[in-house]
């Protein structure tokens, strides 16, 4: 069993910085597929972002590409997603989220096994 709490979200205006977080329960964090997604209200959760399991290798929305950044550290059970220049579409209530495969590069949610309870992101214009 994963337990993930987010936390970082928070009000900013358009073109401020973020730095979400999730903290990882049990030790097998290091061999999980960490993602990022997000949802605003009355719309699907999205992929937002991904990262593999030895943090070489990512993947992005093109919407956020340049502008959002995931990286983790295994060593504290932690994954994050800097997010710069941001943008009142952005505005959503993201979610972290654990899973064991990299196929489709962890832009497909029913690959994850394990989510959040997720954190608010508010971009006033």
């Known amino acids: 069993q994963v337990q993930l709490v987010e936390s970082g979200g928070g009000l900013v205006q358009a073109g401020g910085s973020l730095r979400l977080s999730c903290a990882a329960s049990g030790r097998t964090f290091r061999s999980f597929t960490m993602g990022w997604f997000r949802q605003a209200p009355g719309k699907e959760r999205d992929f937002v972002a991904a990262?593999?399991?030895?943090?070489?290798?990512?993947s992005y929305i093109e919407s956020v590409k340049g502008r959002f950044t995931i990286s983790r550290d295994n060593a504290k059970n932690t994954v994050y997603l800097q997010m710069n220049n941001l943008k009142p579409e952005d505005t959503a209530v993201y979610y972290c989220?654990?899973?064991?495969?990299?196929?489709?590069?962890?832009?497909?949610?029913?690959?994850?096994?394990?989510w959040g309870q997720g954190t608010q992101v508010t971009v006033s214009s």
């Open positions: 989220a654990a899973g064991q495969r990299w196929t489709s590069y962890g832009t497909n949610r029913n690959d994850y096994n394990y």
């Open positions: 990262i593999n399991w030895s943090g070489i290798s990512t």
